[in-house]
């Protein structure tokens, strides 16, 4: 098992940046890959980037490729994930997720746990 808690989300700006981080715990957590979603107001939950477990290996979706910056620091069982140049488009709650079979993956439903999410407002 696996608990993940998100926080450093709030209202930026456009333009402005976050970090979200996304703490895991649990006896296995290191070795799992961790991705980072989103669901905006009425979507759909979409995948933002995955990083594999060692660090070293990280896959973006085109839409934040450049302006998103996926990162993790094992000795913390963290993941971060800085956002530069905000756009009010960004605007969603978001997730941060773990799989045991450390893909790295766009994939949501190969990501086995989930944090409960946090709000990310950009106003315009």
């Known amino acids: 098992q696996v608990q993940l808690v998100e926080s450093g989300g709030g209202l930026v700006q456009a333009g402005g940046s976050l970090r979200l981080s996304c703490a895991a715990s649990?006896?296995?957590?290191?070795?799992?890959?961790l991705g980072w979603f989103r669901r905006p107001l009425g979507k759909e939950r979409e995948f933002l980037a995955a990083?594999?477990?060692?660090?070293?290996?990280?896959y973006y979706a085109d839409s934040v490729k450049g302006r998103f910056t996926i990162s993790r620091d094992n000795a913390k069982n963290t993941v971060y994930l800085q956002m530069n140049n905000l756009k009010p488009e960004d605007t969603a709650v978001y997730y941060c997720?773990?799989?045991?079979?450390?893909?790295?993956?766009?994939?949501?439903?190969?990501?086995?746990?989930w944090g409960q999410g946090t709000q990310v407002t950009v106003s315009s």
């Open positions: 997720a773990a799989d045991r079979w450390a893909r790295i993956s766009p994939l949501i439903y190969e990501y086995e746990y």
């Open positions: 990083i594999g477990n060692s660090s070293g290996n990280a």
């Open positions: 649990g006896r296995t957590a290191g070795s799992y890959s």
